[in-house]
Structure formats: structure tokens, C-alpha cells
């Protein structure tokens, strides 16, 4: 598969990635949301840029331990809800 070259600009530094083309935009819409929780950041009074990022990584650690335990919610009501349709189809 062809890998592209391509920059991503966070917390006024420029990353040089080799990406996959099909990942190029998922890519740089997470930059450009890393960017515009930082600007949301400073407005709060936060200004050095190592607390500013820590806090954004451990935002999106919550976020995303947040999401997995909804993902497993959402799939023990699938198993549930398949097992007792195939207990009425069995009924039936």
C-alpha cells in the first residue's frame, strides 16, 4: 500500500507523518481538535504547553475509556436481546 508524507501542525510544531491516504483525514481532523482543545485550554488560564497537553491526553484517555465501557454496555444488550429472540424463535 503507497504511503503519503504529510504535515501536522500541534502546539505550534510542525510532525512530519507517513500515513496511509485513506487515514490522511481522520489524521488531521485529530490534530485540528487537539488544536482547538488547547486554544480552549489557554482560555482557561493554562499556558505551559506540557499541562496544556497532558490534560488534552488525559481528556482523551477518559473520553475513550468512557466510549469502551458504552461499547461493552451496547454489547451485552445485543447478546441479551439475540438470546431471547432465539429463545422465542425456539418457542415457536
Known sequence: MKENLIQIQI???????KINPEDEQILRDAAQLIEK????RKERGINDKQDLLAMIAFD??????RLKQSGDAVGENIDEL??????SLQST
Do not use: H, P
Request: aromatic content about 4%; glycine content about 0%.
Open 11 to 17: 502546539s505550534d510544531r510542525s510532525y512530519s507523518l
Open 37 to 40: 482543545k488547547l486554544l480552549e
Open 60 to 65: 482523551v484517555a477518559v473520553q475513550n475509556i
Open 82 to 87: 439475540t438470546e431471547k429472540i432465539q429463545k
